[in-house]
């Protein structure tokens, strides 16, 4: 490996750090760029599931994640007014045998700073946002808002879903409103468990509308996912400001367990948003510069992998630089040829996730339902949101694909 070769990468949030991570454990020269003044993350539950796990033991992170994480029994899929379950799917105590890892609640402010810890304060460059990414002999070249430049080898987007790097290489691509919008909240616990919130990944669903609840900081706090369909635009922004008072009267008529969860959200940390979707891109790389997390591949929450598919990004990048000793084209065509066809996977099943948790007309529902219950009966171990394909993906052998 080239001892000169250099990472530019643009972005500070999950998958740009964890491709800091993935750099430095292998020896890699980088230097990250982020628009904010420090590290911080937008404070809210993620699922980290096994995939995404096997990746960040590989990081070295295994006991950060039992420090900070939640170990859910169990995936629960409920009626939003009965509360009956459509299905369950053992996590805990059977993950790791299922999927080759465990499988963790985790929140966010968390993930983020065990991904970061050991990042050097030299490695970082705060309060500069990526204008423009120019390209010339062999080189790229990130220009900055306050006129800054910086040269390296690769030059990596991960600036998220208005990803600069992908406007300079692509130009602007206008995401689409899908009609839903998602509010995001996290309930602080002085006693745990709640009597009506289960140790479990619980996915209520109900007609137009769905409600995702789980513990994270270690059974501290339930966060709350819940998704409704709307005519009215709502701004692409996880900062917008909501009340319990707008959560409460959205999800009226649902089961009590749910509105008393609601009745506990803090204004300070319920947050709302519009969800917009992307296509799958047929291209991330152009020369020297490519994209990861969602700035490639921007998705829909409903199968909880957009942070998950960003650490498994930073991975294979990492493992597929060092393994063609930096020849760019070579590591950015494996890389690619990784990851792509997979994300794009990723993202269309979570368009259609989208759709199965809001049937909404009895037929549809009760069509759904039995199926459900029929993939239990065959086996007792079935996911029933259909993900076990994507849990069973193992980063971490990618250099035998390359």
């Known amino acids: 490996m080239n001892n000169k070769f250099r990472v530019a990468i643009i972005g500070g949030g999950i998958g740009g750090v964890a491709l800091a991570r993935s750099l430095q454990r292998l020896g890699v020269d980088y230097h990250l760029f982020e628009k904010a003044?420090?590290?911080?993350?937008?404070?809210?539950?993620?699922?980290?599931?096994?995939?995404a796990v096997k990746a960040l033991k590989a990081l070295g992170l295994k006991d950060d994640l039992y420090k900070i994480g939640f170990l859910p029994e169990a995936m629960v899929g409920r009626n939003w007014e009965t509360s009956e379950e459509l299905f369950r799917t053992p996590l805990k105590d059977s993950s790791q045998d299922a999927y080759g890892a465990e499988f963790f609640h985790v929140h966010r402010f968390d993930l983020h700073t065990i991904l970061s810890q050991d990042v050097p304060d030299d490695r970082v460059t705060f309060g500069v946002q990526c204008r423009d990414v120019?390209?010339?002999n062999g080189t790229s070249v990130a220009l900055f808002s306050d006129g800054t430049s910086f040269e390296a080898d690769l030059i990596v987007g991960a600036d998220g879903i208005h990803s600069a790097v992908r406007?300079?290489?692509?130009?602007?691509?206008?995401?689409?409103?899908?009609?839903?919008?998602?509010?995001?909240?996290?309930?602080p616990l002085e006693e745990h468990p709640l009597s009506f919130v289960g140790p479990d990944a619980s996915f209520w669903m109900g007609p137009d509308a769905h409600v995702v609840t789980y513990y994270v900081k270690g059974g501290k706090a339930v966060n709350i996912v819940a998704v409704i369909e709307t005519d009215e635009w709502v701004e692409e922004s996880w900062t917008l400001p909501s009340s319990k008072e707008e959560l409460l009267a959205a999800?009226?008529?649902?089961?009590?367990?749910?509105?008393?969860?609601?009745?506990?959200?803090?204004p300070f940390q319920t947050f709302k948003w519009g969800l917009f979707d992307h296509d799958p891109m047929e291209q991330w790389s152009v020369g020297n510069a490519t994209l990861l997390g969602d700035?490639?591949?921007?998705?829909?929450?409903?199968?909880?992998?957009?942070?998950?598919?960003?650490?498994?990004?930073s991975y294979v990048l990492a493992q597929a630089i060092m393994h063609f000793e930096g020849d760019v084209k070579h590591a950015l065509n494996a890389y690619e040829k990784e990851r792509r066809v997979r994300t794009s996977n990723v993202q269309l099943q979570a368009r259609e996730r989208g759709r199965t948790f809001h049937l909404s007309s009895p037929e549809e529902i009760r069509a759904r339902d039995l199926a459900y219950q029929k993939a239990q009966e065959e086996n007792s171990k079935a996911v029933g949101i259909r993900a076990e394909w994507i849990y069973e993906y193992d980063a971490t052998t990618c250099r035998e694909r390359f």
Not at 251 to 266: C, M, P, Q, R, V
């Open 37 to 51: 003044a420090t590290f911080s993350e937008v404070g809210a539950g993620v699922q980290m599931t096994p995939n």
């Open 134 to 136: 120019k390209q010339e």
């Open 167 to 187: 406007n300079s290489l692509w130009g602007e691509r206008k995401p689409k409103f899908t009609g839903h919008m998602c509010w995001r909240a996290l309930v």
């Open 251 to 266: 999800y009226s008529g649902w089961h009590a367990n749910i509105a008393e969860l609601f009745k506990l959200t803090d």
């Open 295 to 313: 700035a490639a591949h921007p998705m829909l929450p409903f199968l909880s992998q957009g942070a998950a598919m960003a650490i498994e990004d």
